[in-house]
């Protein structure tokens, strides 16, 4: 079983930036086996939507809306990956999550980033 830690949300200004942590634990063995992970995120009243995945070699997807913006990245360890947010807008106000997926998913807690105007 792999244990997801999110951290460092937080509240921020439009054009600020801030940068998620999600640390996995557990095995070794369960660790080098995630085949993918990612950030999700979810505001009030909305659904629960990817943000960008990177897969176990370092291929990348994102969310156009945050194309350009964000870049997630696995740590040297392969045990965490981050995700780098610049030019934060009030629309990216949401619960951030990380899952990570074995041959199935586990999900975070969350971590709150609000972005006033």
């Known amino acids: 079983q792999v244990q997801l830690v999110e951290s460092g949300g937080g509240l921020v200004q439009a054009g600020g930036s801030l940068r998620l942590s999600c640390a996995a634990s557990?095995?070794?063995?369960?660790?080098?086996?995630?085949?993918?992970m990612g950030w999700y995120r979810q505001a009030p009243g909305k659904q629960r939507e990817l943000v960008a995945g990177?897969?176990?070699?370092?291929?990348?997807n994102y969310a156009d809306s945050v194309k350009g913006r964000f870049t997630i990245a696995r740590g040297s360890a392969k045990n965490t990956v981050y995700l780098q947010m610049n030019s934060l807008r009030p629309e990216d106000t949401a619960v951030y999550y990380c899952r990570a997926t074995i041959s199935g998913s586990y999900w975070g807690q969350g971590t709150q980033v609000t972005v006033s105007s």
């Open positions: 557990g095995s070794i063995m369960s660790i080098l086996s995630i085949k993918s």
């Open positions: 990177i897969t176990s070699t370092d291929s990348t």
